[in-house]
């Protein structure tokens, strides 16, 4: 994997990977979205949905063997859910809060992780693998934990290299190297001409060019931003530099999670996009972008940007890994799978100033309020959203998948309680 995080913590974006081998979940959402028992086994709330009691699952075992307890379920709950009380009484959770929580389920499917607290002080989880190794930032190495409460899982141990670049993942692929690795829109025909799979999520990436928040006392002119943004023919992009993959946006949250990413306009308009650079003072016409080395297909959509710019009157130079560029293209993933939630985390990400109020940022936020607040945090095109690209993963043919569960989730995390190797038996 290309991230190279320093720790395995359950709270740390660039590890969310990782921590889905070691840490659960109360709840799980299934392939078709519905909420189901993990480590609840069942959960009721009032009519309001202001009080939720979840009852947990008898005999689970941390890694170093100690209980479940509601207690610790509480304590790891807790930070999670600000301004909400999260107690525990007995072998239940219940949780509390002012106002209605009607997708609590959701935020507890995805970002309530489980975890203790070892002897050595660090985490421990209750999950299909446990941590038996760890060099910060160049290596991983999980083993099955024989005593899960699900079964054993079927692979003996998994061995994850960290801060490794796309280039090197394809090769370690076809080399017979590896069995799973990080996959671009533009390795899915390659990958399928070998005979590998592949394995995507919904598409929860953002790709999108971002302008640096402006100097103390400037605003920075919103007419070269305009014209940058009217200038891109995404569909071209789309069908050559990402072979189809993903789709084509102008929002930042991606269709399957808002419902209204159509309502924001893709389509470029030249006209419009010379008449607001005509009108710009010649220095202001040209501007450096840059880009991450190691980001998909992120060199290709940068000099294609500069080419479409230049069909607009503006001059963009292309300069990878340059902090000091006036634009950047960034990917950015969804965290959430509630729309508030992701919203507002990808806001924080993009260092937008975000206009989300505190009643929308909460769970139960209606599409239009949504709506109005991305609305919002695109005016004036600080952020440019261009594709909602799937994580894609680039498999070897003797990884195998028991039953109908994916290997992944929507949001690209994996789920390898279920995968086994040819060879062996399930």
């Not at 009484?89 to 203790?116: K, M, N, Q, T, Y």
């Not at 009217?230 to 399957?256: F, N």
């Not at 650079?277 to 972008?289: E, F, G, K, N, V």
């Not at 599409?367 to 680039?394: M, Q, S, V, W």
Request: hydrophobic share 45%.
């Amino acid at each position: 994997m290309r991230a190279a995080p320093p720790a395995l913590d359950p709270a740390a974006q660039d590890a969310a990977s990782l921590a889905s081998l070691v840490f659960e979940t109360l709840v799980r959402i299934d392939a078709a979205g519905a909420p189901q028992p993990w480590l609840a086994l069942s959960w009721q709330h009032d009519a309001a949905a202001k009080r939720w009691q979840f009852t947990l699952r008898p005999g689970v075992k941390f890694h170093d063997g100690s209980p479940l307890t509601a207690a610790a379920v509480a304590a790891s709950l807790q930070p999670v859910l600000p301004g909400v009380a999260v107690t525990a009484a007995g072998d239940a959770v219940a949780i509390r809060a002012s106002r209605p929580l009607p997708d609590l389920l959701i935020d507890l499917a995805h970002a309530g992780l489980i975890f203790g607290r070892n002897s050595e002080g660090g985490f421990t989880g209750t999950g299909p693998f446990r941590l038996t190794a760890f060099e910060a930032g160049r290596r991983a190495t999980f083993s099955a934990n024989q005593d899960y409460w699900g079964g054993r899982p079927f692979l003996d141990a998994i061995d994850v290299q960290l801060g490794r670049g796309p280039r090197d993942q394809l090769a370690d692929l076809e080399l017979g190297k590896a069995d799973v690795v990080e996959a671009g829109p533009t390795d899915v025909r390659r990958a399928s001409e070998h005979g590998r799979t592949i394995w995507s999520s919904s598409a929860a990436s953002l790709i999108a060019l971002l302008f640096p928040p402006p100097l103390p006392g400037r605003t920075g002119d919103a007419r070269v931003r305009e014209a940058l943004a009217l200038s891109i023919d995404r569909a071209a992009m789309h069908t050559v530099l990402l072979q189809k993959q993903g789709e084509i946006t102008a929002a930042l949250l991606p269709q399957w999670i808002s419902g209204y990413a159509f309502a924001f306009p893709a389509a470029p308009d030249l006209p419009r996009a010379r008449t607001l650079a005509s009108a710009l003072p010649p220095a202001a016409r040209t501007l450096t972008l840059t880009y991450d080395s190691a980001m998909r297909a992120g060199r290709s959509l940068a000099d294609r940007v500069a080419v479409n710019a230049r069909d607009a009157g503006l001059n963009v130079q292309v300069a990878p890994q340059n902090p000091h560029a006036d634009v950047r293209l960034v990917e950015v993933r969804l965290d959430s799978l509630d729309p508030a939630q992701a919203l507002a985390g990808l806001a924080a990400a993009l260092g937008l100033q975000s206009p989300v109020t505190p009643a929308h940022a909460e769970s139960g936020a209606s599409p239009a309020a949504l709506y109005e607040d991305e609305r919002k945090l695109l005016e004036g095109c600080r952020a440019i959203p261009l594709f909602h690209l799937p994580i894609l993963y680039g498999v070897a043919g003797r990884v195998r998948v028991y039953g109908t569960a994916p290997p992944i989730t929507r949001l690209g995390d994996w789920r390898f309680g279920n995968v086994w190797l040819s060879g062996t038996a399930p």
